[in-house]
């Protein structure tokens, strides 16, 4: 059993979400749609960026920080016949057990109580605070817009398709990631945060069907090689989608700075450092 959960830990280690590159884009992209009111904020671009992934490189340490990055919300029956689960952490606990929810992964509350930092950040006035903890706000809402973290069978293991998780979000984005261009529009607030994340954790599980039925086919046409026909063959299937959920994920970002600011009453935004 500790080989086992040693295995486990390491695999999670090795298995982090959207790389990089991708999360670099996520959040340094994501001041482009922000209001005017906060255009300020643009000074965040680049620490947004070179922070993107501090979340994933804290689980070398802290080890109580890998079950934050996903949710395998399929291990859940009401999710697999209502699509829905307990949003609330306290009654999701009492309702399914606490071990069990820590262990399927706690993404979507971590996401909304980072969410909850970032109001108090600006309410405290911690501008310095506030772009770091929007750092990671941005990584756990990018996690929870790559399929693969909403899903038990996160690496393929499930399906005979193991080692997607790294093919999909790493090599293939890291190599096409310069044809993804976001269209830039002004986000708008939203106005129930908590069952918003989840909302889009629904969405998201969704596209795990195409993206397993994408690798298998590019395998076969690859003559079951992981090759560059098969990374070419990946990204035609997969593109698509790829580029709207790397988009959605960096509106959702600037969509809930702007309604922390408001949650937090608008305070004034000092000349901030580029």
């Not at 970032?118 to 790559?146: C, N, P, Q």
Request: a neutral charge; one cysteine or more.
């Amino acid at each position: 059993m500790l080989f086992r959960c040693s295995f486990l830990f390491v695999l999670l280690l090795v298995l982090c979400s959207w790389g990089e590159k991708a999360h670099q884009k996520i959040n340094s992209s994501s001041v482009d749609f922000l209001p005017k009111e906060l255009s300020q904020l643009k000074a965040w671009r680049e620490v947004l960026k070179v922070h993107g992934s501090d979340a994933d490189f804290r689980k070398k340490d802290d080890k109580t920080e890998f079950v934050k990055h996903f949710i395998d919300i399929d291990n859940y029956e009401d999710f697999r016949t209502k699509r829905s689960i307990e949003l609330d952490f306290e009654k999701a606990c009492q309702k399914y057990g606490r071990a069990r929810v820590i262990k399927d992964g706690t993404l979507p509350w971590v996401t909304d109580s980072t969410y909850r930092k970032l109001v108090h950040d600006f309410k405290s006035g911690d501008w310095e605070r506030a772009a770091l903890t929007a750092t990671d706000l941005g990584h756990y809402i990018g996690d929870g817009f790559m399929p693969l973290h909403i899903s038990a069978n996160y690496d393929g293991q499930l399906s005979g398709q193991t080692g997607i998780h790294r093919r999909y979000e790493e090599t293939m984005i890291d190599r096409y990631i310069d044809q993804i261009q976001f269209k830039n529009s002004v986000c708008t607030k939203v106005d129930d945060v908590h069952s918003f994340i989840f909302s889009y954790l629904y969405a998201n599980q969704s596209y795990l069907r195409i993206l397993l039925q994408a690798d298998a086919s590019a395998y076969l046409k690859a003559g079951k090689q992981y090759n560059e026909v098969y990374y070419e063959s990946l990204w035609n299937g997969t593109s698509s989608f790829t580029g709207k959920l790397l988009e959605e994920s960096s509106r959702t970002l600037a969509r809930l700075i702007y309604t922390a600011w408001l949650e937090a009453g608008k305070p004034k935004i000092p000349e901030l450092n580029n």
